[in-house]
């Protein structure tokens, strides 16, 4: 299971990368080997701003459909359009380019209450 130890994690199975005062979001390796194979990632909420734990996308594979949860309040800046041809890479990369959605972070303490690697570890029983 990789888990890297520079990300924050939500207990929905969300990772988070912080560069100044934007995040890069995406799902985990747990998420993605759970949901299976990745045929499709619906995100509508670019330009828009949302609370944190707020829904902004959804995660379709062969068997189920699975929200998308915020893990910090901001505004959704860019969606990784590569994701719209190629949303397998979720499952094949999903720390590097199987990332969804970049942030602007209007509440920068709310990263204090993000899960480290070790926490998210034993939240999955890793």
Same mark, same amino acid.
């Given at each position: 299971?990789?888990?890297?130890?520079?990300?924050?994690?939500?207990?929905?199975? /969300?990772? &988070?990368?912080?560069?100044?005062?934007?995040?890069? +979001?995406?799902? $985990?390796?747990? %998420?993605? @080997?759970?949901?299976? =194979?990745?045929?499709?990632?619906?995100? /509508?909420? &670019?330009?828009?701003?949302?609370?944190?734990?707020? +829904?902004?996308? $959804?995660?379709? %594979?062969? @068997?189920?459909?699975? =929200?998308?949860?915020?893990?910090?309040?901001?505004?959704?800046?860019?969606?990784?359009?590569?994701?719209?041809?190629?949303?397998?890479?979720?499952?094949?990369?999903?720390?590097?380019?199987?990332?969804?959605?970049?942030?602007?972070?209007?509440?920068?303490?709310?990263?204090?209450?993000?899960?480290?690697?070790?926490?998210?570890?034993?939240?999955?029983?890793?």
């Amino acid at each position: 299971m990789n888990i890297p130890a520079n990300l924050k994690y939500t207990k929905d199975h /969300e990772w &988070v990368s912080v560069d100044g005062d934007v995040a890069t +979001v995406g799902i $985990t390796d747990f %998420a993605q @080997k759970e949901l299976g =194979d990745i045929v499709y990632v619906e995100v /509508e909420t &670019v330009d828009q701003t949302l609370a944190q734990d707020e +829904v902004f996308g $959804t995660v379709e %594979a062969v @068997k189920t459909v699975s =929200d998308l949860f915020l893990p910090l309040s901001g505004e959704i800046i860019e969606f990784n359009e590569e994701l719209e041809s190629e949303p397998e890479l979720v499952n094949t990369a999903p720390y590097g380019a199987g990332w969804m959605v970049k942030v602007k972070v209007s509440n920068p303490s709310e990263f204090d209450n993000l899960l480290s690697a070790e926490d998210y570890k034993a939240l999955i029983g890793a």
